[in-house]
């Protein structure tokens, strides 16, 4: 099986109704679900000294997650504020990333991106901080998938896309057209293979090499919706990464009985691949934040 990277955010989600604060961010979650989902996974980023980073901090490496890159210094770690509406997360407030912002992962040493060379995935996002240093991340990783949310603006797109083999965008209620002219500029400025549409209970979009996928959801009643987008992305990367390492091409001789060419296959592996990705993404609706292990806070 392949090996999972989340390098950049985690914060706590501070659920202000119940006073109760659960660890997420979406590198971080990346290599949380992973993890959860039988996957060997390390989390690379940047950690405060308060109540809220030794909580995410304890809470991942109690998991099993490698944490032995993270940097830490003092001040507030990320968190947002959120409340739930009818189990649907609605952010109101937050510190925008905390020390993560303060002290970027800027500068990686040869150490760093020896460890980054060492997993199949690398993840990042948009509130990682990351950018001076995706150049460097490129040249180490052997597949790097880029969360942008709904935050981009076309040159953000043109100043990330390049090193990047994945985009994943969120496009709400954005219509159809829209979404896929979107798509097709993220391939134009430079995404080299993968982009994801994501569209809460309106399924997915993806478009792998310029071909068009959709994807219904699987429809659940949630308890949660926090970290749906990040539970989907996740499930289709590992289950896309580790499969197309079968990837081959058979010799004419063999006939055409089957799936026999590497055209038939990856076609197969991505539709299988988006149908677990639309149900692991609503088995993890059924938990209270990102992958759950909430506290109090006062």
């Not at 604060?21 to 690379?44: D, H, R, T």
């Amino acid at each position: 099986m392949i090996k999972v990277l989340g390098l950049g955010d985690n914060v706590v989600d501070k659920y202000m109704h119940i006073k109760t604060m659960y660890p997420g961010g979406n590198a971080l979650n990346i290599a949380v679900l992973a993890k959860l989902s039988g996957i060997e996974a390390g989390y690379f980023g940047v950690f405060g000294d308060d109540e809220a980073a030794k909580h995410v901090y304890k809470t991942t490496a109690d998991m099993g997650i490698d944490v032995s890159h993270c940097r830490f210094y003092h001040g507030e770690n990320g968190y947002a504020e959120v409340r739930l509406d009818d189990g649907d997360r609605v952010f109101i407030g937050s510190n925008q990333g905390g020390v993560s912002k303060e002290h970027p992962i800027d500068l990686l040493t040869d150490m760093d991106l020896d460890y980054i060379a060492g997993y199949d995935v690398c993840h990042t996002s948009i509130f990682s901080y990351v950018e001076a240093a995706l150049p460097s991340i490129r040249k180490a990783s052997r597949f790097v998938s880029f969360d942008f949310s709904n935050r981009y603006d076309e040159e953000y797109l043109k100043k990330v896309c390049p090193y990047i083999d994945m985009a994943a965008i969120s496009c709400g209620d954005m219509p159809k057209e829209e979404i896929i002219e979107q798509m097709k500029r993220i391939e134009e400025y430079g995404c080299k293979h993968v982009v994801m549409a994501t569209r809460g209970s309106k399924g997915a979009f993806l478009r792998i090499d310029g071909k068009f996928y959709e994807q219904s959801p699987y429809l659940v009643d949630a308890v949660d919706t926090m970290a749906a987008g990040d539970s989907f992305i996740t499930s289709f990367l590992i289950n896309y990464v580790d499969g197309m390492k079968d990837c081959v091409e058979f010799p004419e001789k063999a006939g055409n009985r089957g799936i026999t060419t590497k055209e038939e296959y990856q076609d197969a592996l991505i539709e299988t691949s988006l149908y677990r990705a639309a149900v692991f993404a609503a088995g993890n609706c059924q938990r209270d934040g990102s992958f759950g292990y909430g506290k109090k806070f006062e």
